[in-house]
């Protein structure tokens, strides 16, 4: 049984009590159709895990186009600083990669560094579930996830409710989950008087 919808409720759970503004970028889950739609203008299946993610939650909010303060942090990077994409900004993104087959390969992109930036940097996942980084700007295709305790999409939900929940993990190894104005925001922030408590101070990293 996939670990990916316990390990999303739980971050979304979490979301909805203690960062509501981030809580509010989630979008409606995706259907069937839309998903079908998306396979055939892309030409290739989505991994099974990744539609397990999409029906839960097709992607978040492009906060870019909603009104904020100019200090304000922008709430929809709650995803270990990455947005979760919607269905029609997958394709977006995988079409952007030039000679996309020979980019991607098996790799499908689902979340981005920044929606309003492009070219995108982000995380792809293959249909056996593994994570990998990517940079479009670097042209650099994807690469799998070398990292310990989140090399799959599982592992990396699985890891983002645990910082969010405890305050531990390996997410938390170099960047410290925290709060500005509902947000779910990774810090530590610029020491510009900002406000943002960390979610779990005992944990709090200074890396």
Do not use: K
Request: hydrophobic residues 40%.
């Amino acid at each position: 049984m996939s670990d990916i919808l316990p390990a999303w409720t739980a971050v979304t759970d979490w979301l909805a009590v203690h960062a509501p503004a981030s809580h509010a970028t989630l979008r409606p889950g995706a259907t069937p159709a839309g998903i079908r739609c998306t396979e055939s203008e892309l030409g290739v299946s989505l991994p099974a895990d990744l539609i397990t993610l999409l029906t839960a939650c097709d992607g978040t909010v492009d906060a870019s186009a909603l009104e904020r303060d100019s200090d304000e942090y922008d709430p929809g990077l709650f995803l270990a600083q990455h947005h979760l994409l919607p269905l029609e900004e997958i394709a977006v993104v995988r079409d952007s990669g030039g000679s996309s087959e020979q980019f991607w390969g098996p790799w499908v992109p689902f979340a981005v560094a920044d929606y309003s930036l492009p070219p995108w940097g982000g995380l792809a996942v293959d249909a056996a579930g593994r994570l990998a980084a990517f940079s479009l700007a670097d042209g650099e295709p994807p690469t799998p996830h070398a990292s310990a305790g989140h090399g799959t999409l599982a592992e990396f939900l699985n890891a983002l409710a645990q910082a969010f929940t405890r305050g531990t993990g390996p997410l938390t190894d170099h960047t410290t989950p925290g709060l500005h104005r509902g947000a779910l925001v990774w810090g530590p922030l610029p020491d510009d008087g900002t406000p943002w408590p960390p979610v779990h101070p005992q944990h709090h990293s200074t890396a």
